[in-house]
Structures are given as C-alpha cells and as structure tokens.
C-alpha cells in the first residue's frame, strides 16, 4: 500500500508481503532492519548515494524484481555502488551481499530463514517451485494445505 506523509513531503509504498510463518516474517523484518541500519551507519555504500538515482530508473529495477525474482539482472551502476557492488550482479546476490553484511546482527531464527529465502526464493518461488509451471486443482490444494500446517506450527516452508 501506499500512505501520504505529508509533514516530509514523501509517499511511503510498504512492499513487504507476509511470509508462510511469524517467524519467517520476523527475519525479513530482521533483516531488513539491520540493512537499513547498516545504510545509515555508512557500512554499505552509503546512504548519501541514494539520494542521487532517479526514481524512475529505481521503480524500474523494482518492477523487474517483482517480477523475476532473484534471478532480475541488476546492472544499474549508481544502485550496486550504493549498496556497496562494484558490478552488474542479480536480485539474489545483492541480497547475499546485503544480509552478508548484517549476519552477525541477526538472530540464528532470522539467519536461518533469510538463508532459506536466498538459496530456495521467495515464498512465491518456492510455492511455484512446489505446484510446478501447470498444477492441478488437487496439486494447488495440497501445497496449501502444506502451508496452512507451517504457519499452524511457525515453521519455515523449504
């Protein structure tokens, strides 16, 4: 969703989707939370160099990840120098990179589950992986089923 902030000028666009668990969506925001802080710290590229990329360039690379995943070329070079890269690299090993970074910031809960999203994907990913490019109606239900039994307990679905 998108929410006005009018006192600083700004649009704030949440993008994070629920996970399959509390404790996957614990990691993200973990995570999340670390990268940022590391951003503002100056322990990634730096924050400063945000200010600079065009929106537009940025709802593209955006775009392109919703839509690919981590496998989305990432090849903006004032984006990866931001973050810290020095070349043209993917969703996924930015997301390396990044959590990388913060490791040893996160709980063992969030380290174990932000390294289930990097090697498996997002819940998405692994969903699609689990039903196949054209599932049945029985197939579709039965990976549901699977993932209302991993929310029920809080654990991750791999």
């Given at each position: 969703?998108?929410?006005?902030?009018?006192?600083?000028?700004a649009?704030?666009?949440?993008?994070?989707?629920?996970?399959?668990?509390?404790?996957?969506?614990?990691?993200?925001a973990?995570?999340?939370?670390?990268?940022?802080?590391?951003?503002?710290?100056g322990?990634?590229?730096?924050?400063?160099?945000?200010?600079?990329?065009?929106?537009?360039?940025?709802l593209?690379?955006?775009?392109?990840?919703?839509?690919?995943?981590?496998?989305t070329?990432?090849?903006?070079?004032?984006?990866?120098a931001?973050?810290?890269?020095?070349?043209?690299?993917?969703?996924?090993?930015?997301?390396?990179?990044?959590?990388?970074?913060v490791?040893?910031?996160?709980?063992?809960?969030?380290?174990?589950?932000?390294?289930?999203?990097?090697?498996?994907?997002?819940?998405?990913?692994r969903?699609?992986?689990?039903?196949?490019?054209?599932?049945?109606?029985?197939?579709?239900?039965?990976?549901?089923?699977?993932?209302?039994?991993?929310?029920?307990?809080?654990?991750?679905?791999?």
């Amino acid at each position: 969703g998108a929410i006005a902030r009018f006192d600083r000028g700004a649009i704030e666009v949440r993008v994070i989707d629920l996970q399959e668990c509390p404790m996957m969506d614990l990691a993200v925001a973990e995570v999340l939370v670390a990268v940022t802080r590391a951003l503002v710290e100056g322990r990634l590229g730096g924050l400063e160099a945000f200010k600079d990329l065009p929106e537009e360039e940025l709802l593209g690379v955006f775009t392109e990840v919703i839509r690919t995943g981590r496998a989305t070329p990432i090849a903006h070079p004032g984006l990866l120098a931001a973050m810290g890269l020095g070349g043209p690299s993917t969703a996924g090993a930015v997301w390396e990179h990044l959590a990388a970074t913060v490791e040893q910031e996160l709980s063992p809960d969030a380290r174990n589950g932000i390294a289930l999203i990097l090697e498996h994907g997002s819940l998405a990913e692994r969903i699609l992986a689990c039903t196949g490019s054209t599932p049945d109606r029985d197939r579709i239900v039965a990976v549901y089923r699977e993932l209302a039994d991993h929310l029920e307990a809080d654990t991750f679905f791999a």
